[in-house]
């Protein structure tokens, strides 16, 4: 006679005939995590989860209290700093226990990233083109008054915004364009042409 393996539902009928319950942990991994101050939640179920020593790596969670066959989870997250994180699967924070023989989310993080922006003045000369260390090079055409560089920058990353090339028969100047990059758009950047001497 060949061995019959019970299913999540049979195994669940099997043990509530004996008077108990099927339970289940709440579990998954999180990829990406650089920073501290993640906080899970599932119901009052609060765990904190740090970064790995090594940020290509993934952290393993799991909720202390476990739930029984047919009770809902929904995990809460609170970001941790510089930091965005959710579902790797669209809907996968919540569901119900039994649905599938293991709880295990996977949630991915990713760093926030800010504009670079600021006001030019004196740009009547033609073309300037700024870029940001080896990013990429942005024209600011002429009689501009204000710019977006188009390349985001991730939060606590330096950026420093210098002069490629000047307009023709001007000079332009750069105030507050370097700095570490916080977690809000750098508003405060200030380009001043006048025509070259």
Known sequence: MKAMFLGPIALALALAGCGGK???????TVTGLKFSGMELTNGSDKITVQPPADSTMAVNFSFPN????????????????????GPAISGALKGSAGYTQTINVAIVCSINAYQLTG?????????LTVINGNGSEF????????????????????????????????????????????DADVTNIAITCAKAP
């Open 119 to 127: 006001t030019v003045a004196g740009l009547d000369m033609g073309d």
């Open 22 to 28: 099927e339970s289940f942990t709440v579990s998954g």
């Open 66 to 85: 476990s739930i029984d066959y047919g009770d809902e989870y929904e995990i809460g997250i609170k970001n941790p700093a510089h930091q965005s994180c």
């Open 139 to 182: 024209k600011i055409a002429k009689g501009s008054t204000s710019f977006k560089y188009p390349d985001a920058i991730k939060s606590q990353t330096s950026y420093g915004l210098v002069v490629l090339t000047q307009p023709s028969g001007g000079k332009c100047s750069i105030a507050n364009g370097t700095g570490t990059m916080g």
